[in-house]
């Protein structure tokens, strides 16, 4: 049920998205956004670990895994800098390491590209992107994607949240995903367990008077779509 919540979100936000930016630069092959730094909760782990296997891409995965090893772990979780923002309270600041591409790239390719998670999902640009020449993107699918990406942990809450090589290794102690966990030492699945936050409930929206509205629309959307003939509202609030 849960996975098909968090597909039906990724198919409402896309629609969104591209009605919302109409001129996106973005297209195949262009990567220059695919970095280390992907936060994921457990239930987009578990999408990958499973297409990964059915796939039969477990050696490539699984290598592809090990060279994660420059990347930036998260202090708080989009939930909770949320809170605390709705609280008013200071976040030490979160420091991002630059570091190389993300290891499941091939040929400017995600590998992993139906289950790719929802950070992934939401980066998108009006102009090419390079080094030294950012993403740019309207405060509405800031705000839009922020508060989508609060849902989606809220729908994961109690679970993983963390950087996406964290999580993925951390999964790797349920029996399911055995076939990849048997290229791993245990030391490191237990670090990896060690590092990964807990995704938290919703706190609240972080929403502005101008972009507020259009917003609160696209959650309205959502909340109200039927999974297994139940509201996810509903569902989101333990009904
Ligand atoms: S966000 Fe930037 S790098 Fe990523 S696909 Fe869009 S234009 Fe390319
Ligand atoms: S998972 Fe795929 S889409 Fe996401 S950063 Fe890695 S290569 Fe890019």
Known sequence: MKHKI???IYTIFEDWSSKSNPHLACC???STCCTQNVTITALEGEDILRYVITKKM???FATALLQSTDFSRPKYTTNDFAKACLDGRDLDPEIQSDNGGCPFLENNLCTIYPVRPFSCRLFVSDVTCSPGNPAQVSDLHLEASTAV???IEHLGQKEYWGNM???LLALLDIGEYREIADRFNQTLIIQARMCTLTAKPLPGFLLSEEEGPKVAQLLET????EVDHKRIEDILNGK
Do not use: A, N, P
């Open 6 to 8: 968090l597909h039906s």
């Open 149 to 151: 990406t609060q849902v």
């Open 28 to 30: 195949k092959g262009c």
């Open 58 to 60: 477990v050696d490539k």
């Open 222 to 225: 959502i909340f109200e779509t």
């Open 165 to 167: 090589f964290d999580v």
